[in-house]
């Protein structure tokens, strides 16, 4: 076979897993399947590299099915995947392979996939730091966290669960990982200072002698302009050098500006990080899209690890209002909590808002709290036109209106019923989103593509031919509007 030919193999696979994850999930495209890179082909055994043992990992866990179709569609039904994962990049060695047998992970059991784990031995001797001098100790310091930011209460979704499982192994070993820095990025509103938080409590209970600092981005470059003006930018400096654990939230303030504090904090990142001290920053954007920053703190920056906080789904919306109520210690009807969930979708803030004027509304005017006053309410908190219109909304208004409970979507029974449901959110999801047939099937069942444009023939053909099903589809139609 040619050489190139795994090259080709891996460009079809893409193209495949681009569609079935479709436009909606770009990030994640991006994130964990664009970094694979194809680099040998073996009979019917594609061999791809991957960055490190936690991406496989998650790789597996999150999209192993998904491989195996691919993989098989390309290479038959023998088709197998091997990952060779580079464990140290910076330190140049001939790798020692070892293929371990997938029933020793601790995670899925997948016959699919082999490991050739690539291991690099640093023999290099520790160099003494010139920065640490005998007979000086740190001082305990105030480490500006908040008490109320923990692991225990940042519910975890698919929009979050990268960033915290990454937060939690930092939060175990920190500055011993491969995720130093790790920077958190997200729009605003969606739980990355509660993460950056967390992990620093975390790393506390774990670790009492780690000396942890949390401080925003304007707070540090205010504190480096009065040690100017106050002739003291090395004691500054030394400060921070002194870091075991530096949390910086929100970086992207320095944009544009505070051209020296960035070169201070670079150099205080470097002495960190060659310390071996764990660096955690959050950002509204990506490294790459940062403008305004030196181009030297941006490269230093794509480090480590980048993860994002997406916006949550209904499921994890619903998580984070049960999770409120319960710390609140109050007691909420399931309906009202899915409502809120479906109709306030633009961020955590937001949705924890509408939780709280409810709550305030029924305490003020002594009402109980129904779903006919949360209606009200939101309908004055939230504009009609922001909400969102999405896979799992359709699915639950179709539901609603057939009287069906909305896991039925996922049952592979062949009852009409149920069959009729799951037609007409296939057909709604096609005509209202974005979403691939490829990903509306698989959230509606986990069907492929052909199941679901057969459904949408279906829908159509039924609305031109049968008054029952016509009325039905613009009675649903009338209820998206709304």
Known sequence: MMEEEYKRVWANCLEVIKDALGPENKKVFDTWFVPIVPIQLDGSTLIVQVPSQFFYEWIEDHYVDLLKRVIRMQLGPNGMLKYSIVMDQTIPSDPIVTTLPSHNRRTSQNPLVSIPVNINKDNAREIPDPFVIPGIQKRRINSQLSSSYTLENFVEGDCNRLARSAGYAVAEKPGQTSFNPLLLYSNVGLGKTHLANAIGLKTKELHPDATVLYVTSEQFMQQYAEAGRSGTTNDFIHFYEMIDVLIVDDIQFWAGKAQRTQEAF???????????????????????????????????????????????????????????????????ADDVIEYIAYNINSNVRELEGALISLIAQSSLNKKEITLDLTK????????????????????????????????????????????????????????????????????CGNKDHATVLHAIKTIENLRQTDRYMRNMVDELEKRFKE
């Open 266 to 332: 670079f150099h205080i990142f470097n002495h960190l990080h060659q310390r071996n001290c764990q660096i955690i920053i959050t950002s509204d954007k990506a490294p790459g899209e940062l403008q305004g920053l030196e181009p030297r703190l941006i490269s230093r920056l794509k480090w480590g690890l980048s993860a994002d906080l997406q916006s949550p789904d209904v499921e994890t919306r619903k998580n984070i209002l049960r999770q409120k109520l319960q710390n609140d210690g109050i007691e909420m």
């Open 376 to 443: 009200q309410m939101i309908n004055k908190y939230v504009q009609s036109s922001a909400r969102e219109i999405t896979i799992d909304y359709i699915q639950k208004v179709v539901c609603d209106y057939l009287d069906l409970p909305v896991d039925i979507i996922q049952a592979t029974s062949r009852k009409r019923e149920i069959v009729q449901a799951r037609q007409l959110s296939m057909y709604f999801s096609k005509k209202i989103t974005k979403s691939s047939l490829a990903v509306i099937g698989l959230q």
